[in-house]
């Protein structure tokens, strides 16, 4: 005997937030409502795909085939809960029966329904449920029936999903079909198609996935196909285009690819086989598709090469667009932006490179940019900001001249240039010492940029000048010899330039003295070096027939680098100070914009 109360549910109030699965249609599974000895023997979906004036949806008929191998009847909870996404349809038309009478349904708060169904000890009950759903609005439809949740009944099941297909949606349409064990049939009556999976014993874990394209959706995609020919109106292409990129965005990832590529193919074909009297702003919307598509693809890519080359597709097609669109058309502040992302995505990689010409070139298209999409004032700050790193990366190649001439005054005012100190006079030294038992004579070599020359050889005869006032205090005058000479030849292929200075010691002297004179620059350093340790030794030993000179000059010019890696530690300091400072600044400015 079987308890019924009858209760017809239809059109119950859409729920507030979606449930399961967003994007997919929703269904109702029939689950016992608490722990429970009866069996679920056999479950049997039919999922009918009808398209109307209302648009498509699915209808359900499903059994499911209960026992109750109990030897005392059983009052048996049950709840139909639902999965999917319920935003997209209510349940319509919901009944629900046992053994062809009719049971109660109670709606509850989670968009399903709430029965209860009596069977006698030892004996089965046929539950069969119907509804109806709809679609949504999507271009592709994502049908998906999850039968693990049966698993909350005991014992094996036996099952058996079948979608059923209207002639009106082919198999071109179908776009994935998983799991892929499944059969394809054809109705009795020939007006419909089945793709069926049949389960024996056990219940797949894998959900049952049907994905194609909306039967609406797909007859405007032929429609607009047939009319994308050589020669057509540009806005047949761009039809056919927004239809592609519509499924492009609603694709699963393992499908984007092949709506992207039909929908570039479409926007292309526009542009190039469009009738050439199509009015200009028909053929600004292919070129905004295309943006569009490639904006898309900028932000998904992970390949810094991939995005750089869609970022300037992207802002190659924005530009085109807008100069075909009239001054007070509504989409040109969108393609604006669009230039302004792609610009701003080059501007970020060129940095990241220190490809600062390229930053540069990159800010100037910037500016070329009208005020109400971009501030000319942000603009002119990058630029002054690439100007000095472009300057600093000179002026740390050794081309100070250059560096200045670019970003001098930013340079200066920014404090980022190095103390004077710190500039080398010279670029090199070439010190020769030649000594003798009797005689000893220092020449070095000092090399000239062309930039620094004349201060350079400058600050050399004031070195011999301090040298020839300091020996004649010291009562040496007369004693040493110095000669300076200047080599400042046209700059051309190999020129050298600088000074060479000749020191002729007196007899048994040593460096000490002129080493004491010499300023603490930097620049002298090495020069110091050798003369401080400049005291050559001499031993002689002597025999009737023979004698035997030993002279000895030890050098240790450590002291000198170590100077000179002071000076780089410095300037490496100073630059990772202005570095942290810009930084700062950066956050600054972001958290205030």
Avoid: C
């Avoid at 039909?262 to 086989?273: D, E, F, K, N, P």
């Avoid at 501007?347 to 800010?363: E, F, I, N, S």
């Amino acid at each position: 005997m079987l308890w019924a109360l009858v209760w017809t549910a239809a059109g119950w109030p859409r729920p507030a937030a979606a449930q399961g699965t967003p994007g997919v249609p929703p269904q109702l599974y029939l689950l016992p409502a608490d722990s429970t000895n009866v069996v679920l023997e056999t479950h049997l979906a039919d999922l009918r795909l009808a398209v109307g004036e209302g648009g498509a949806s699915a209808v359900m008929d499903a059994s499911y085939r209960l026992r109750n191998p109990t030897k005392g009847d059983v009052d048996l909870g049950l709840r139909l809960a639902p999965g999917g996404d319920q935003s997209l349809s209510t349940f319509q038309a919901v009944s629900l029966s046992a053994n062809g009478e009719a049971l109660g349904l109670e709606p509850v708060g989670d968009g399903g329904f709430a029965s209860r169904v009596l069977i006698p000890a030892g004996g089965r009950a046929t539950i069969r449920l119907a509804y109806q759903v709809g679609l949504g609005d999507n271009a592709l439809v994502n049908l998906r029936y999850a039968p693990a949740v049966f698993n909350a009944w005991p014992g094996s099941i036996s099952l058996r999903v079948q979608v059923i297909v209207p002639e009106g949606l082919p198999s071109d349409a179908w776009i994935e079909i998983r799991p892929g064990d499944w059969s394809y049939g054809v109705l009795d009556d020939l007006t419909a198609t089945s793709i069926k999976w049949l389960y024996d014993g056990g219940i797949p874990t894998e959900p049952f996935v049907f994905r194609f394209v909306e039967p609406a959706t797909w007859a405007q995609m032929r429609e607009a196909q047939q009319a994308a020919v050589q020669g057509a109106p540009a806005a047949a292409f761009a039809r056919l285009g927004d239809i592609y990129r519509r499924m492009y965005g609603e694709a699963a990832d393992d499908q984007r690819a092949r709506f992207y590529a039909q929908a570039v193919a479409a926007y292309t074909a526009g542009v190039t086989q469009a009738a050439a009297d199509s009015a200009p702003a028909e053929v600004a919307g292919l070129h905004g598709g295309l943006a569009g598509l490639y904006r898309e693809q900028v932000v998904a890519a992970t390949d810094p090469a991939r995005t750089h080359e869609y970022a300037q597709l992207m802002v190659d097609e924005a530009a085109a667009a807008l100069a075909l669109l009239p001054a007070g058309d509504s989409r040109r502040t969108e393609l604006g932006r669009w230039q302004v992302d792609g610009l701003n995505v080059l501007l970020a990689q060129a940095k990241t490179a220190r490809d600062w010409p390229q930053a540069l070139a990159v800010v100037e298209r910037l500016a070329a940019l009208p005020p109400e999409v971009i501030d000319p004032a942000l603009v002119a700050e990058e630029r002054r900001g690439i100007l000095v790193q472009q300057g600093l990366q000179l002026m740390a190649q050794g081309n100070r001249e250059a560096a200045m001439a670019i970003a001098g005054d930013q340079i200066a005012a920014e404090g980022l240039s190095p103390a004077p100190e710190a500039y080398p006079l010279f670029v090199g030294w070439q010190i020769t010492v030649t000594a003798t038992p009797d005689a000893l004579t220092l020449e070095a070599f000092g090399l000239t940029r062309p930039d620094r020359h004349a201060a350079a050889y400058a600050a050399l005869q004031a070195v011999v000048q301090q040298w020839q006032a300091g020996v004649s205090q010291a009562g040496d005058e007369g004693r040493y010899r110095f000669a300076l000479a200047e080599l400042n030849p046209p700059q051309e292929a190999g020129g050298v330039s600088g000074g060479h200075l000749t020191i002729e010691f007196p007899r048994a002297a040593n460096g000490a003295l002129l080493a004491r004179l010499l300023s603490p620059r930097v620049d002298w350093v090495l020069l110091q070096t050798v003369l401080t340790q400049l005291a050559p030794s001499v031993e002689r030993q002597t025999d009737l027939v023979w004698q035997q000179v030993t002279l000895t000059q030890p050098l240790d010019l450590r002291a000198a680098s170590r100077q000179w890696l002071g000076v780089a530690t410095g300037l490496e300091e100073q630059a990772a100070a202005f570095e942290t400072a810009g930084e700062a600044q950066s956050a600054e400015d972001v958290a205030g914009a």
